[in-house]
């Protein structure tokens, strides 16, 4: 900001005054307009603004638990995700946003479709997920992610979930493989459970 007067020197000093006041306002009103420019970009959006861009974007679902990037990777992908909410596409893609998926690390969350048991060939466990003759499990589905996430975070991925599938659908399950992971590194402290999060949790 600039504290000298570009007016002529014989001009009054209560001119000069007012045109470094001038100056100095002119300075605040292009610092709070880089702001601005910035409201609708989920990128550069300041943090505390993130919630109206999500709105303005009408993101199906806003948890202030998710993780800043994860607010904003959601905003960006909102209008791809409206042009094919409903498909197995978008629930592979909510998954990615959310880092239960990693594509580019060969990470893949596996989605299960139909439950109902019309073989006895061992293709299947009886784990409390699959059973016989049910008409409409054909419309469930289970998640199996490639990694332990904690009860509260498998919660908001539900929802997240269930946000962006097909409404004729049900989520059972999300599954993860917590095997490779008996080594200290997660503590069963009713924040991790041995393996399988019930859709019904939380």
């Known amino acids: 900001?600039?504290?000298?007067?570009?007016?002529?020197?014989?001009?009054?000093?209560?001119?000069?005054?007012?045109?470094?006041?001038?100056?100095?306002?002119?300075?605040?009103?292009?610092?709070?307009?880089?702001?601005?420019?910035?409201?609708?970009?989920?990128?550069?959006?300041?943090?505390?603004?993130?919630?109206?861009?999500?709105?303005?974007?009408?993101?199906?679902f806003w948890d202030e638990e998710l993780k800043e990037s994860e607010k904003r990777d959601l905003i960006k992908h909102?209008?791809?995700?409206?042009?094919?909410?409903?498909?197995?596409?978008?629930?592979?893609?909510?998954?990615?946003?959310?880092?239960?998926?990693n594509k580019a690390k060969?990470?893949?969350?596996?989605?299960?479709?139909?439950?109902?048991?019309?073989?006895?060939?061992?293709?299947?466990?009886?784990?409390?997920?699959?059973?016989?003759?049910?008409?409409?499990?054909?419309a469930k589905y289970v998640i199996y992610v490639p990694k332990p996430i904690t009860i509260s975070r498998a919660n908001i991925a539900r929802k997240l979930i269930e946000a962006y599938a097909p409404k004729r659908s049900h989520l059972v399950a999300i599954v993860y493989d917590i095997a490779a992971s008996r080594d200290g590194t997660y503590f069963y402290n009713n924040e991790i459970t041995h393996g399988k999060i019930g859709a019904a949790n939380g």
């Open 106 to 138: 060969g990470e893949y969350a596996k989605i299960k479709e139909g439950l109902r048991l019309d073989s006895r060939d061992g293709s299947y466990k009886y784990d409390g997920i699959y059973n016989h003759g049910s008409n409409d499990d054909w």
């Open 1 to 60: 900001m600039s504290s000298i007067s570009l007016l002529p020197s014989n001009e009054s000093e209560i001119a000069k005054a007012i045109d470094i006041a001038n100056s100095k306002r002119l300075d605040l009103i292009g610092d709070e307009l880089s702001i601005v420019k910035h409201l609708a970009n989920p990128l550069f959006c300041p943090l505390e603004f993130l919630p109206f861009l999500a709105y303005a974007f009408k993101v199906d």
């Open 78 to 101: 909102s209008i791809l995700l409206h042009q094919r909410k409903g498909t197995l596409w978008a629930i592979e893609e909510v998954l990615e946003l959310v880092n239960y998926s």
